[in-house]
């Protein structure tokens, strides 16, 4: 696709339904490295509360890189706004995905670990750092899956009755 079409393209974006269809239009903007109107399709596409597939994601990724060349040769509309620069913003993008992604994969072995901590209550003081060694030996699971879990589990405060029996240096001073 040259520039001229993928100007018209950019210009014609609210109007897609489908993701296929911005797919089309964000592959253009990757193979020119247009970031800003990547985000401005991305942004387009979220706002018609269409859903990004992990194809979407895949070509976002492309642009992805500290040291991708960055082309501004497609005008796009302005907002008043303020917005992150088109390359910290595919970043942030790229990080929520990544997280998302991370995240879900990790609450698969959640059930399992809940089973183990009742089983062992000694854990639930362990300081984060041995907790995840503990549950990465004892639950077969990687450091970064445990790391999520055990935020999960700070969340819904499944720890809070063990942390109420320790000591705080608040108890040692008249606070």
């Known amino acids: 696709m040259n520039l001229n079409t993928l100007q018209i393209e950019i210009d014609n974006v609210h109007t ?32 018609h509360h269409i859903t990004p597939t992990d194809a979407t994601y895949a070509i976002i990724n492309r642009l992805h890189s500290k040291t991708c060349p960055e082309s501004k040769h ?45 089983a062992n209550p000694y854990v639930k003081v362990y300081s984060r750092g041995k907790l995840v060694r503990t549950l990465e030996q004892r639950c077969g699971i990687t450091s970064k899956e445990a790391m999520y879990i055990i935020t999960k ?23």
């Open 16 to 47: 897609y339904t489908h993701v296929g269809q911005y797919n089309i239009v964000l592959k253009a903007c990757a193979d020119k490295y247009e970031m800003a109107a990547m985000v401005h399709v991305y942004d387009t596409l979220k706002k």
């Open 74 to 118: 497609i005008t796009i509309p302005t907002s008043s706004d303020r917005t992150l620069a088109s390359r910290r913003r595919i970043h942030k993008i790229m990080k929520g995905f990544n997280y998302t992604r991370n995240y879900k994969k990790a609450m698969i072995h959640l059930p399992g670990v809940i089973s183990f901590v009742n």
């Open 153 to 175: 589990l700070k969340r819904i405060k499944f720890f809070k009755e063990a942390t109420e029996k320790q000591n705080t240096l608040d108890a040692y001073f008249n606070v």
